[in-house]
């Protein structure tokens, strides 16, 4: 567990810089240029990254309750809405008129969906520190100013953002048993 922790810690000081200490990051960006602080963030959150992904492969079962049979349903719904979301983000469409945060919205639907199936210790810690890490992100980007979108795109925008989470969808379906252990659907 602690290699989860220590990769939670790494992952969200480095994200969580740029709101908690602005100034701290302005002196770094200084003193590293823009290329050597990009860089040297991109580096230090990967690193997080992967000692969150070996820290939840490794840490003990702790159950904390049982999940309801039916937060498996909501889990699938709401990682549909996470993936187009995600697209969103990407793609320009009149979803983007809803809100500035996207990505953040995204981030915040697949933590919740993950611990509407998952009631272990390292779930939640794992999942639930990205989801208040998105609303503090999401709190802080509203009071700097963030607005939506407010370009009108026509209606065939938001068939290829639901295309596009679709396909998407299906593929983390099938491969979810191969990059997360936990296989999805049975394929025989």
Request: hydrophobic content about 55%.
């Amino acid at each position: 567990m602690s290699w989860l922790v220590l990769g939670l810690g790494l992952f969200f000081a480095i994200h969580l810089l740029p709101i908690l200490a602005p100034a701290g990051r302005e002196q770094l960006r200084l003193r590293l240029g823009a290329q050597g602080y990009r860089g040297s963030f991109a580096l230090l959150a990967a690193i997080g990254l992967g000692l969150m992904i070996y820290g939840k492969s490794q840490a003990p079962f702790i159950n904390l309750w049982l999940p309801p049979l039916w937060g498996q349903h909501l889990t699938m719904l709401l990682m549909l809405l996470a993936l187009i979301s995600l697209v969103t983000m990407w793609l320009p469409s009149n979803l983007r008129r809803l809100s500035p945060h996207p990505l953040l919205w995204s981030v915040t639907l697949w933590g919740l969906a993950h611990l509407a199936s998952n009631g272990d210790l390292a779930s939640v810690l794992l999942f639930g520190s990205f989801v208040l890490y998105a609303q503090v992100a999401r709190l802080s980007q509203n009071r700097r100013g963030a607005q939506a979108s407010v370009r009108r795109c026509g209606l065939w925008r938001e068939l290829v953002v639901l295309g596009v989470a679709c396909l998407a969808y299906g593929a983390l379906l099938w491969g979810h048993g191969y990059f997360a252990g936990i296989p999805l659907i049975a394929l025989s």
